[in-house]
């Protein structure tokens, strides 16, 4: 910040009339500005006579201080040449003081008009510049560290400053070295290198630009290479908006955290605004976006700034919406940082984006180390390869002055690694004599050892926040330390290149970000063990003061911390009472976190902090087996199998030992929630007499949650067994206790169950339609839910012959479905889209429909949902007397069907009896189609029944067994009948009165 005011002047308002004081001013305005622009400042506005500029802002460079004490001399250069003329034409001089100061501004957007900087910094600049005597230059203290390098300065008395409980030192500008700036450390280098890189990244924007389409870029190198410097040096040459996000290096958990740092920076939002204001800001950057209040919905769940559980589907419908939004004014990079340690929940979202999102200018520029590739060795993957030794060597010189043989020296040892060679000549340039260690590990931390011992203890304590820190936290984690002292410290550092000024988070608060990541490792690796213990602690407990009630962002990163603090105690074997306490608090955060990744359907995220959340309450048994069940429940919805059995037996044992009903009723319902899903040996009416025991003691304990499972596991042992009016009974009492318990997680799972057993099971159509519109209506807008209950209701319109609709319905269901990329949902829809088509008669659309389906069930490798498609194919080209053909496909159904899978084998038995028939083998067909339904009769799926017996009827029929025939068809109707099918009973009615109608060739 630099403040100038007309601090002297000879008699100016009383001598001169208004016009020549105008003239005046305006020559001494304009003067000023071109000084400071010369310079690369930005003149903020004019406040009476001073002028307040500002450098560094939008774009910091290294050497904005040393630019901006140039410009002040240079005012005054400009300001004596000025003077002659004004002496010579109206007899006054003027005389300017000039202040500067540097710091943490906030900066407005000049794009939408907002010029305003302001901060703590500005009224410092404004104070200093007060201060100074006129023709004097003011600088603060952290200016002064910024440029003493190239400065002559004095120290003058310390001023006071509105706000500042100590006076603050002030420094007389005498002189600044002319030429290029030399650092007291080598600065970062030029860019050298990378032409081909830069050719290949602008190659790939201005295609996502001329093709209006967005594309997934990553690129891949080891630590150190210039993965970041290359896309920060990319995003200076090219017209985009750019928002950058990064992954934390916490391991699990945090699966959002970059896209939160992207709707944070694209909506303004700060870590301190209340919920409202943040939800505010995401809102109206969406206010033009018809579906805008929908997408700001789903976004405030995923940041976790409202209670909700949108799926990771919605989410990445959400973010993709968000930032097609941000693209509509023109070409959008998003830089994703740091992508090796993304959660799988978040690649899959930026591959979904890549994938689904079309129509406008996206850039998914993704950074990462090469193990990456581990995880999605199909992304396109640009490579940054080590420095060329020419291109090493023009980086060494660049950052300095080294003779030929310790130049050569860095360049062999570096091996093109430009984070290398940077660290190994700030190396010889501070010890020249040095031996220079082999890794950079080695180097980083010798050079660590070489920093003055405050600057060695802040850089630590700051490395335990992370890559990006905040002064704040520095400052509660080093009470021991002054206030000064810290900021000379910061700015030492800084100086030093080790950390650079970074946008912070909270205002009022200056943050940095270590100039790499590997020096934050190198940092956090000097910290002895027993100090990270309390350090982390301590951080933990400013961040949770930091962030108020926006707690719920930021549970991950409380976890973590609390969890390290622990871990660190107990490697010291200090399992103290405050270690305990520490576990417990982390194991809380992480709890909770855990809960809400289970809540948006994040399972393999649940799983694992939900995980991490118990293993840290092993000392303190009730609480951990309160987890367990949730534990074991996210681990069957993750596919680990072990896991779940593991964590629920335990539970199951526990609740024994400590003698806790609740939780042994729950544990046990859990328990035997997972058998159904993966024994196939379990007896399903063992699981209801489980659960209906669980149901009385539930009711006991008066427990909501625990009777919503009790009556789920109810639910889903009668939709196993095909019971359609029990199923209904058991999920509508889940439905209404999820409701009462306020548990929008399981909610969505219940509503999907009532909406299958309102299609299949014996609720009449109209009936069921309005169900599923409730249930539509309860599903909030959630996808999945609305694309597979609109499926059946598409299928429910069908059975009572209105074809247009259901037909306009799935192709609406495929149009949502496609939106929000709900793969397997999609591919699901064809087996009710094909089954109205073949109502409605059209063999061919069906045809169509139900291949497409099997094609996309094949490429998912998805096998239960495919052998159902098959029967469904078989039957479409069995009426279209393809028997060869039809009876392949009932082969196939029978191979993949599992025996429970009623639907299959139900339907492959009654088309091959059917093409058995017409071949003649009567008998045969007959044992199959009766087979079939047996089958179905034991089950209310009125449908199915209907189905099966019209099909043995018509075997019966080509067997010449009239009567036989119209019994079965007869049956048939009533089921029909029932279920308010009219197509089929209508279709019965007619065979009945002339049965040769049906199944001749
Ligand atoms: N082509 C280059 N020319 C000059 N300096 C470079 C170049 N590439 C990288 N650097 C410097 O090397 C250092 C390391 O680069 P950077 O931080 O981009 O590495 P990275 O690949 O992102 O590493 P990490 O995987 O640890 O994040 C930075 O200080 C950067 O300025
Ligand atoms: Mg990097």
Not at 547 to 560: F, M, N, S
Request: aromatic content about 6%.
């Amino acid at each position: 910040m630099l403040f100038c005011d007309v601090s002297g002047s000879t008699g100016l308002g009383e001598r001169l009339d208004a016009e020549s004081v105008r003239e005046i001013m305006l020559g001494y305005f304009g003067e000023m500005r071109r000084a400071i622009e010369r310079h690369g400042g930005t003149v903020e506005k004019f406040i009476g006579d001073a002028v307040m500029a500002v450098f560094g802002v939008p774009v910091a460079h290294e050497d904005d201080a040393v630019r901006a004490v140039r410009a002040a001399l240079d005012m005054g250069d400009r300001l004596v040449e000025l003077n002659a003329q004004f002496d010579e034409r109206f007899g006054v001089r003027l005389a300017v003081g000039i202040g500067l100061f540097s710091g943490e501004v906030v900066a407005g957007d000049a794009s939408r008009g907002e010029a305003l900087v302001t901060g703590d910094a500005v009224n410092i600049a404004a104070r200093l510049e007060q201060a100074a005597s006129p023709g004097e230059i003011l600088l603060g203290e952290p200016t002064y560290r910024l440029v003493r390098h190239v400065a002559e300065v004095e120290r003058v008395e310390s001023i006071d400053a509105k706000g500042k409980s100590e006076p603050v030192p002030a420094y007389r500008l005498l002189s600044v070295a002319s030429g290029r700036s030399e650092s007291v450390r080598p600065a970062g280098g030029q860019m050298v290198g990378r032409t081909k890189e830069f050719g290949a990244l602008r190659a790939v924007f201005s295609d996502v630009v001329t093709h209006r389409g967005c594309r997934l870029c990553v690129v891949l190198g080891e630590a150190g290479i210039g993965k970041s410097r290359l896309a920060a040096e990319f995003q200076k040459t090219i017209a985009a908006t750019v928002v950058y996000g990064r992954c934390l290096p916490y391991g699990e958990g945090i699966t959002y955290s970059p896209l939160a740092q992207i709707v944070k920076q694209a909506a303004g939002i700060r870590d301190e605004d209340s919920v409202e204001a943040a939800r505010s800001g995401i809102s109206a950057l969406l206010a033009s976006d018809p579906q805008g209040s929908r997408i700001a919905l789903v976004l405030a769940q995923a940041l976790g700034l409202m209670a909700g559980a949108a799926s990771s589907e919605d989410i990445a419908w959400a973010a993709r919406k968000f930032l097609e939004a941000l693209a509509r004014d023109g070409p959008v990079v998003v830089c994703l940082d740091d992508l090796q340690w993304a959660e799988t929940g978040f690649l899959d979202l930026i591959e979904s984006t890549a994938a689904l999102s079309s129509g406008l200018p996206i850039l998914l520029l993704g950074l990462a180390r090469p193990e990456l590739l581990l995880q999605r060795p199909r992304w396109e993957a640009l490579r940054l390869e080590p420095l060329a030794a020419g291109e090493a060597a023009q980086l060494v010189v660049e950052l300095a002055d080294l003779d030929d043989g310790t130049r050569s020296r860095v360049i062999a040892k570096a091996g093109g690694n430009p984070f290398f060679v940077e660290e190994l000549v700030a190396a010889v340039v501070e010890e020249p004599e040095l031996e220079l260690p082999a890794t950079l590990d080695a180097l980083l931390s010798a050079r660590l050892d070489r920093l003055r011992p405050i600057e060695r203890l802040l850089i630590e304590r700051a490395a335990v926040e992370g890559e990006v820190f905040h002064r704040g936290a520095v400052e509660a984690l080093s009470d021991d330390v002054s206030g000064p002292s810290i900021t000379a410290a910061l700015d030492a550092l800084a100086a030093a290149e080790l950390v650079r000024p970074a946008q912070s988070s909270f205002a009022g608060d200056v943050s940095f970000r270590f100039r790499n990541i590997l020096i934050r490792d190198a940092a956090y690796r000097g910290i002895a063990k027993k100090v990270r213990a309390q350090l982390h602690e301590r951080f933990a407990n400013w961040l949770l003061e930091a962030v108020g009630e926006r707690v719920a962002e930021h549970e991950e990163v409380l976890g973590y911390h609390l969890e390290q603090s622990y871990r660190s105690l107990t490697a010291l074997g200090n399992a103290d009472a405050h270690a305990l306490l520490v576990a417990g608090r982390a194991a809380g955060w992480l709890a909770s976190a855990g809960r809400r990744a289970f809540g948006r359907g994040d399972m393999a995220a649940a799983a694992g902090l939900l995980r991490r959340a118990a293993s840290l309450l092993q000392v303190d048994p009730p609480r951990r087996l309160e987890l367990l069940p949730e534990l074991g429940k996210a681990c069957r919805f993750a596919g680990d199998r072990t896991g779940a059995e593991a964590a629920l037996r335990e539970a199951v044992d526990q609740a024994a030992t400590l003698g806790d009903r609740r939780l042994m009723t729950l544990s046990r319902v859990e328990h035997t929630f997972m058998r159904l899903y993966t024994d196939p040996g379990v007896e399903t009416e063992d699981a209801i007499r489980v659960a209906e025991e669980a149901l009385g003691i539930f009711a006991e304990l008066d427990d909501e949650r625990g009777l919503a499972q009790a009556w789920a596991l109810i639910g889903h042992a009668n939709w196993l067994l095909c019971r359609g009016a029990r199923m209904e009974e058991a999920f509508t009492r889940a439905l209404e206790c999820t409701q009462r318990a306020g548990d929008p997680r399981e909610q969505g799972w219940v509503l999907r169950m009532l909406a299958l057993v309102y299609y299949h099971g014996p609720t009449p159509v109209e009936r069921a339609i309005e169900r599923c519109e409730d249930i539509v209506r309860l599903g909030q807008g959630h996808g999945a839910i609305e694309v597979s209950t609109r499926a059946k209701i598409a299928g429910l319109e069908a059975m009572r012959g209105r074809f247009d609709i259901a037909r306009e319905l799935y192709l609406q269901c495929r149009k949502v479905g496609e939106e929000f990329g709900l793969g397997p949902v999609l591919a699901a829809l064809p087996n009710y889209s094909g089954p109205i088509e073949l109502l409605a008669g059209d063999l061919d659309a069906a045809e169509r429909e139900l291949r497409t389906g099997f094609e996309a069930l094949q490429a998912l490798g998805e096998t239960s949902t495919l052998s159902t498609n098959a029967a469904l194919l078989a039957r479409t080209l069995e009426l279209q007397g393809r028997l060869d053909e039809a009876e392949r496909f009932t082969i196939l159904s029978e191979q993949k069907a599992s025996a429970d899978d009623v639907a299959s084998q139900i339907t492959w038995r009654g088309v091959r009896a059917r093409i058995l028939a017409r071949r003649g083998r009567l008998e045969e067909a007959q044992r199959l189609a009766r087979d079939g339904a047996g089958i179905a009769a034991r089950t209310d799926f009125l449908v199915w029944r209907g189905e099966t017996l019209l099909d043995l009827a018509q075997v019966l029929w080509l067997s010449g067994d009239a009567a036989a025939f119209s019994a079965s068809a007869e049956e048939a109707l009533r089921f029909f009948d029932a279920k308010g099918h009219v197509v089929l009973r209508d279709l019965t009615r007619a065979v009945i009165a002339k049965p040769v109608a049906l199944g001749t060739p």
